[in-house]
């Protein structure tokens, strides 16, 4: 017995893959509920003298008082990522900025057409 033509589409419009946006703000969502179910706790830690970085010290974790993540800063977080992102989101932009413009011009087929012409 196939199924009707109608309940295909239902059953692919149901299982199509969401946004991009969307799969992010469940994965944040998510991460923000863990935050009332997973106990906070730390190490102390402690500078290894060989290496100079800093390590945990073994055995030493012990739970710390909970600050759970309020739901309705969601929106407020998001612009303090970006702020303090901004740097490396500027750069990212200039750099690709920068690579379109190069392809754009041709230069880069230039330079690697030149050697396959030549041999």
Same mark, same amino acid.
């Given at each position: 017995?196939?199924?009707?033509?109608?309940?295909?589409?239902?059953?692919?419009?149901?299982?199509?893959?969401?946004?991009?946006?969307?799969?992010?703000?469940?994965?944040?969502? =998510?991460?923000? *509920? &863990?935050?009332? /179910?997973?106990?906070?706790?730390? @190490?102390?830690? #402690?500078? $290894?003298?060989?290496?100079?970085?800093?390590?945990?010290?073994?055995?030493?974790?012990?739970?710390?008082?909970?600050?759970? =993540?309020?739901? *309705? &800063?969601?929106? /407020?977080?998001?612009?303090?990522? @970006?702020?303090? #992102?901004? $740097?490396?989101?500027?750069?990212?932009?200039?750099?690709?900025?920068?690579?379109?413009?190069?392809?754009?011009?041709?230069?880069?087929?230039?330079?690697?057409?030149?050697?396959?012409?030549?041999?």
């Amino acid at each position: 017995m196939d199924s009707s033509p109608e309940e295909k589409t239902w059953v692919r419009r149901f299982l199509k893959m969401p946004h991009t946006y969307v799969l992010l703000v469940i994965i944040i969502l =998510f991460a923000a *509920l &863990l935050t009332y /179910v997973v106990p906070s706790g730390e @190490f102390e830690r #402690a500078e $290894d003298e060989s290496s100079g970085q800093t390590v945990v010290v073994p055995g030493t974790y012990g739970e710390t008082e909970a600050d759970p =993540f309020n739901p *309705l &800063l969601f929106p /407020v977080s998001i612009v303090e990522g @970006f702020n303090d #992102a901004s $740097d490396v989101i500027f750069f990212i932009l200039i750099i690709g900025g920068t690579f379109q413009i190069i392809l754009s011009t041709g230069a880069v087929d230039a330079v690697t057409g030149f050697p396959t012409r030549r041999f």
